[in-house]
Nanobody, 121 residues
Framework: QVQLVESGGGLVQAGGSLRLSCAAS????????MGWFRQAPGKEREFVAC????????YYADSVKGRFTISKDNAKNTVYLQMNSLKPEDTGVYYC??????????????WGQGTQVTVSS
């Protein structure tokens, strides 16, 4: 059974940083693509970033490009999302997801429960 557990969310002031983690079990991050999505209050869930199976390809939403970095540690079977220069509009629940091939669409096989990120102005 595949499980994804996100952590690292919290309350931070604008301009600050957070690093989200997504610990996977039942699936190795070295052989599956991983993605991060977020959902702000009253809005639909949206793509944030994803990384290919090899880790050689990464994709970002325009709104986070240059501020966020997705990476993974195969030894720890964990994916990270380093978020810098945070803005109030980055507030939302952040979800980790996995699928066979990298995609910016939401057609991922498995999802975590999410972690709340709140950025105050």
């Amino acid at each position: 059974q595949v499980q994804l557990v996100e952590s690292g969310g919290g309350l931070v002031q604008a301009g600050g940083s957070l690093r989200l983690s997504c610990a996977a079990s039942g699936r190795t991050v070295s052989t599956y693509a991983m993605g991060w999505f977020r959902q702000a209050p009253g809005k639909e869930r949206e793509f944030v970033a994803c990384i290919s199976r090899s880790g050689g390809s990464t994709y970002y939403a325009d709104s986070v490009k240059g501020r966020f970095t997705i990476s993974k540690d195969n030894a720890k079977n964990t994916v990270y999302l380093q978020m810098n220069s945070l803005k109030p509009e980055d507030t939302g629940v952040y979800y980790c997801a996995t699928r066979r091939l990298v995609s910016i669409q939401e057609d991922y096989d498995y999802w975590g429960q999410g972690t709340q990120v709140t950025v105050s102005s």
